[in-house]
């Protein structure tokens, strides 16, 4: 089977487990139905996910020799632990709508939300402890960062002078840590202990650049499913909005009398969004992301030669070349 083939299994035998582990549970008596487990299932199955995660566990085990079926259990708490720090950052952002379809909180409540996220996370680190221990522990590390970097962006809505070593905490935490635990964990279940201090530097440097790229693509508005210019609507800092006001204090001026309000009109928005793209933010955005990714490649080493590592080289040049060509087709 080639490398296409053998991910497409992999993560075909994902899908069925996270239906397994979504599955209703006991409710407690006189009750039908699992309402937490159903809006878990709601986000987690048929909703469009990329399931990054999952191919990335795929990935780093290939990398170390490690048989896929081993692997499995570790891809779906990956998609798990994600899937509920989705399901609470729609409740802290008022999401409406994810993947085109309603939020948990839009067709739940918050309660149902925060609860159905707080059971996944419960049971997915229950199940891991059952694997290993030694997953388990560093997957409830991986949980407190992400936990940390997901307040640390609430705090700095509406700033917009926050430090880009700031802004690098907050992506490296909300993405680069689960990506790194990806790696992480399958350097483990292989014992390879050399692998896994490389492998998390990848996934954490790697998680860094994704989380550029999304910023890229909001200002551009290229991200499918998401509105353009989100972060200016959320007064979210993001790389190109930092790096603007950095270059142009009659930008800054507007957008500190714009996010002084509770929202901001579509035509204000489109105004601070075109001036964003026009004084060379982007292009800025792209070089930070690209130096991330060559640094993600760099801890690599010699794993990148072997069948898993290449692959993994792909993903991260593939993510490069998109974006770059995004810029150029929409930065005249």
Not at 231 to 241: N, Y
């Amino acid at each position: 089977m080639d490398t296409a083939g053998k991910l497409a299994h992999f993560l075909e035998l994902v899908e069925q487990r996270l239906g397994s582990a979504l599955a209703d549970g006991d409710a407690g008596p006189g009750v039908t139905g699992d309402t937490l487990m159903e809006a878990a299932r709601h986000l987690c199955l048929g909703s469009g996910g990329k399931r990054a995660r999952p191919m990335l566990v795929s990935l780093f085990g290939d990398a170390v020799d490690l048989p896929s079926e081993r692997l499995v259990e570790v891809a779906v708490a990956a998609e798990l632990i994600h899937s509920a720090s989705l399901l609470h950052d729609d409740v802290v952002d008022a999401g409406m709508f994810r993947r085109g379809r309603p939020t948990v909180n839009a067709r739940w409540g918050n309660i149902v939300a925060v609860m159905s996220g707080d059971l996944i996370l419960s049971t997915t680190l229950l199940r891991l402890a059952q694997l290993d221990e030694r997953l388990s522990r560093t997957a409830m590390s991986v949980v407190s960062e992400m936990t940390r970097a997901a307040i640390t962006e609430v705090e700095a809505r509406g700033v917009m002078d926050l430090p880009l070593p700031r802004l690098r905490y907050i992506a490296e935490g909300k993405t680069g840590s689960l990506f790194g635990w990806c790696g992480h964990a399958a350097a483990i279940l292989a014992n390879r202990p050399e692998a896994v201090k490389s492998f998390d530097g990848f996934g954490r440097h790697l998680g860094v650049a994704f989380q550029i790229a999304d910023d890229i693509r909001d200002v551009l508005g290229t991200d499918v499913g998401k509105p353009q210019y989100a972060d200016l609507q959320s007064r979210t800092p993001s790389m190109p909005i930092l790096l603007a006001v950095e270059k142009d204090d009659k930008l800054r001026r507007k957008l500190k009398e714009a996010w002084a309000f509770s929202s901001i009109t579509a035509d204000r928005t489109k105004e601070i969004g075109a001036a964003i793209i026009a004084c060379g933010a982007v292009e800025q955005s792209l070089a930070q992301m690209n130096a991330e990714i060559d640094t993600a490649l760099g801890h690599l080493g010699p794993f990148a030669d072997s069948a898993g590592g290449a692959e993994l080289v792909s993903w991260a040049r593939r993510l490069s070349s998109g974006i770059t060509d995004q810029v150029r087709s929409k930065v005249a």
